[in-house]
């Protein structure tokens, strides 16, 4: 039975900040403004980024999996392309493509070296300047460990600055324990159902098992006696619900997104019917 509850008074850039604060076991750092992620997706070829020498290559490269990372560059040799490499042998498992070709740079709106980040959970992408002297490989690559979120996110310091600066407003979290035995089950129903609300909603994984996650079982009233369980939150009015379940199936969870999008909606309509009454 699904529980519903206000977050109280709290705005919502504090509510947020606080769930950052929680997942990185107290640590009100990441409250700065910076912004990395669970591993899933096809790796590329270690320090070898695919090349890109047209419209047509790059967009298939693109659009081929959760989370690609580009960069454009003006020259192939260049020192910005050089760190580029560096820090694609860094993160195999993310794929990393480079393109010199003006036909690719102009389709993409790219005037000067960058980096870009596509990402598939919330149709967005993160640009890295690459003009500035002091971007290096190591810092390239705290970019996008900050920034590579996935159709299922698993939450820890790393991802939650980048989960609180997604356009996707609307979150849910599965609370679980990756040590059970039905965990592999649970993620591929939790990840089949996510494929469903691409764009509309950030899917998130969060370690009932780790010490340091205990704050947030604790924060939706909890106990690990009822778990595994749902938790979604709206960022804008700061509302949320909470479903705990004896299984993880992807019906449920598609039923319980889709309740708390319709009463998203209804609370939209109301002032919209109240002012039209008040005008008759």
């Known amino acids: 039975m699904a529980r519903r509850r206000q977050a109280g008074t709290m705005g919502t850039s504090i509510f947020l900040c606080l769930f950052v604060i929680l ?13 990395g992620s669970a591993s899933h997706g096809t790796a590329g070829t270690a320090g070898k980024p695919v090349l890109l020498n047209n419209i047509t290559a790059a967009e298939a490269f693109i659009s081929g999996v959760e989370v690609v990372v580009v960069g454009f560059f003006q020259e192939p040799e260049s020192p910005e392309a050089s760190q580029f490499r560096l820090a694609a042998g860094r993160i195999p498992e993310v794929p990393f493509g480079l393109s010199t070709s003006p036909a690719v740079l102009s389709h993409y709106g790219v005037a000067v070296n ?6 598939r959970a919330d149709n967005d992408q993160r640009d890295l300047d690459m003009n500035s002297k002091d971007v290096d490989a190591e810092k390239m690559t705290r970019f996008i460990r900050m920034n590579e979120l996935r159709l299922v996110t698993e939450y820890n310091p790393v991802t939650a600055i980048g989960v609180m ?3 996707l407003q609307l979150h849910l979290l599965l609370i679980t324990d990756k040590m059970s035995p039905k965990y592999p089950e649970r993620m591929r129903r939790y990840r089949a159902a996510a494929e469903l609300f691409k764009g509309k909603i950030l899917f998130i994984l969060v370690d009932s098992n780790l010490k ?6 604790s924060f939706f009233k909890l106990k690990k006696s009822q778990l595994p369980a749902l938790a979604i939150f709206y960022a804008p009015n700061e509302e949320q619900d909470v479903l705990t379940l004896v299984e993880v199936s992807v019906e449920r969870v598609q039923d319980f997104c889709n309740r708390f999008l319709q009463r998203m909606q209804k609370k939209e309509d109301e002032p919209e019917e109240k002012g039209l009454n008040e005008e008759l």
């Not at 997942?23 to 912004?35: Q, R, V």
């Not at 960058?114 to 990402?119: A, G, M, S, Y």
């Not at 340091?212 to 079982?217: K, L, T």
Request: with cysteine; aromatic share 4%; hydrophobic share 30%.
């Open 212 to 217: 340091s996650n205990e704050r947030i079982v």
């Open 165 to 167: 600066q997604s356009s």
């Open 23 to 35: 997942l990185s076991g107290g640590s009100p750092a990441g409250c700065a403004g910076d912004s």
């Open 114 to 119: 960058t980096v870009t980040l596509f990402r």
